[in-house]
């Protein structure tokens, strides 16, 4: 099978999500195709051939990422190598691009896939559902298949190696929308929150805005991103984005600290996919000690400075 | 203005979420709908917003059966005008917004308004589908909008944070958390939802390209271990050497 990956960037650098992406298509791909735009060096698109890419193609001319723009490319490229699969990362651009590609290509497409393809009868997708409280086996009987890929779900493998870089040469749609502000830079470079490895998140339990020093030193000290409860930003304790649960953000980090937070099912339903998960509550009656992996009964307000303490002494040695 | 509202339902997110007939059936027993609260909280009620400022009308439109016409006549109940239901189980989002852009196409909506995804799939599918098949452009996880005249901007999520947006409409967008605020429908709303108007469609033909073959639970999470405040280093030594998370 032939497969064909988008691949995005931020400020210069392949962003780690389309990593994953690639080296998601090479395990059920004989051919990986990257196509990207503007933006990358040529070295940095010739590496992709560690995660398993032949061939890149890159439109130098198309440096934003609006949504029609992107899809009359990504769509040129899948008809003219005769691409049968076409995969995105489940990210902010794969979000505005894989369904109008799936569309245009007349195509079944699986978003948020967890897991690779099943091809023992068909192409079968497994993804979460009903926000992580269950999945679901999904298959696509297109003959060309979209899967976008949940960021930090599988990870990246860098076997080595290297891909052809070639310029995109047909003709691409012009972008309807003028971004009149970029985007502001996010605070502290931490990740964003759907690609955070790692993630400190916090509740009503700290009480107060002006308490939030001890959550970002946390965060700091192991490279997290901060993260929190709906109440929190509700109130405006923290920005918006910064919501994590059902009606927030969905979050499959590898860790998990949650400190103040009761685990409420909404909650929960944002981050139980967390491969590890800690918690740090007063009430040893909390609901969210049964999500955990470690719990410590007590008060944030003492464990968390003695938290990052320990993670501070840990990098230090 | 004229505002087409997508509105799906989705469970009560305190379901308990379970399956029937070998796991390839979501049991609906006991199941309470709510409206996809992506769609209520931030589209619909943005939308009403607008139409409250600067005049026009607001639809608001489902895929699915009769049995979703309660969670219709609440969104009529929080002020939308007038209702769509293409008469057809929602089984696919390709499906879904192709019968979506059928009925929109015909209508000349200035504005497509979606939920960014729904609470039972999550999956984003719907709104750069719709926009994919009018050709419009799509404002992906939107979080602002104003209009002035035909020209709207808008503020959207993006990786390297928020961005300032102008597009000119006919578009589509999909809403995130910060566009509005939930509202409560009140007892006027709820008595004059009964009376507006909700028109029934049968759906057009269209392909549908997935299916789901079968659902599976979590499987149970491990006891917890639980350790003292003051056992941080160990903390730290579990999450390294056990965990292997840092
Ligand atoms: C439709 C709907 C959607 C929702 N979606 C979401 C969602 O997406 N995300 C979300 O988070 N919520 C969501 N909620 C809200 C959810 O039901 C809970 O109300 C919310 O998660 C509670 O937030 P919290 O844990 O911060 O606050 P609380 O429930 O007030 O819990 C605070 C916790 O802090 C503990 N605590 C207090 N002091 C300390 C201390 N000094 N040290 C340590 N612990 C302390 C307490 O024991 C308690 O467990 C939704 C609700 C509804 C109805």
């Known amino acids: ?317 | 203005m004229k505002f087409l509202v997508c509105i799906s339902k989705a469970p009560d997110t305190t379901s308990k979420i379970d399956f029937t007939d070998n796991a390839t059936k979501f049991n609906e027993a006991g199941i309470q709908y709510i409206i996809n609260p992506y769609d209520e909280w931030y589209a619909l009620v943005r939308a009403l917003e607008l139409k409250e400022s600067s005049g026009g009308e607001v639809t608001i439109i489902t895929v699915g059966p009769q049995a979703d016409e309660p969670v219709m006549r609440k969104a009529l109940a929080i002020g939308a005008d007038k209702a769509v239901r293409i008469n057809a189980e929602a089984t696919d989002s390709g499906f879904v917004a192709n019968q979506i852009a059928d009925y929109a196409a015909k209508e000349n909506f200035d504005i497509v308004l979606c939920g960014k995804e729904t609470i039972n799939y999550n999956s984003s599918q719907v709104p750069a589908m719709i926009a994919a098949h009018l050709d419009y452009p799509l404002i992906s996880l939107a979080t602002k909008l104003d209009i002035n005249g035909s020209t709207a901007t808008l503020q959207r999520d993006g990786a390297g944070g928020e961005e300032t947006v102008e597009v000119q409409t006919p578009f589509v967008l999909s809403a995130a958390k910060g566009m509005a605020e939930q509202r409560i429908p009140n007892m006027k709303g709820i008595m004059a939802a009964r009376t507006k108007p909700l028109e029934v469609i049968e759906p057009t033909g269209s392909d549908v390209h997935t299916q789901v073959v079968s659902y599976e639970m979590p499987s149970g999470k491990a006891e917890c271990k639980y350790l003292e405040p003051d056992q941080m280093d160990q903390l730290v030594e579990l999450l390294h050497t056990e965990a292997k998370v840092i």
């Open chain 1, 1 to 317: 099978m032939k497969a064909l990956v988008f691949a995005d960037s931020k400020d210069g650098s392949i962003v780690k999500s389309s990593f994953e992406a690639i080296s998601y298509a090479s395990k059920f791909a004989s051919e990986v195709t990257v196509v990207t735009y503007a933006g990358v060096s040529d070295d940095q698109l010739s590496a992709l051939g560690a995660y398993g890419a032949q061939k890149v193609i890159k439109a130098s001319s198309l440096s934003d990422n609006d949504s029609q723009a992107l899809t009359s490319l990504v769509c040129s490229v899948a008809q003219s190598e005769g691409s049968e699969a076409v995969v995105f990362s489940q990210d902010f651009t794969g979000k505005a691009v894989a369904g109008r590609v799936a569309v245009k290509l007349n195509a079944g497409l699986v978003s948020g896939a967890i897991d690779y393809p099943d091809t023992s009868s068909g192409f079968t997708v497994k993804k979460m559902a009903f926000s992580g409280k269950a999945f679901a086996h999904v298959k696509i009987t297109s003959p060309i298949k979209v899967v976008s890929v949940l960021p930090n779900a599988l990870g990246a493998e860098n076997k080595g190696g290297s891909a052809s870089v070639t310029e995109f040469s047909g003709q691409i749609e012009g972008s309807k929308v003028k971004i009149t502000q970029s985007a502001q830079a996010s605070s502290g470079g931490a990740a964003p929150l759907p690609e955070a490895e790692l993630v400190v998140s916090a509740g009503r339990g700290l009480k107060g805005p002006e308490n939030w020093g001890i959550v970002e030193d946390l965060a700091n000290a192991l490279g997290a991103t901060t993260a929190c409860s709906r109440p929190v930003a509700d109130i405006g304790w923290r920005p918006h984005h910064e919501h994590v649960g059902q009606t927030g953000v969905a979050i499959r980090p590898n860790l998990y600290i949650a400190a103040g937070i009761s685990g409420a099912i909404q909650h929960l339903a944002g981050v139980n996919g967390s491969k590890v998960i800690v918690v740090i509550n007063t009430d040893p009656e909390a609901p969210f000690f049964k999500a955990a992996d470690y719990g410590i009964v007590g008060d944030a307000f003492d464990v968390l400075p003695k938290l990052t303490e320990a993670v501070k002494k840990f990098k230090a040695s």
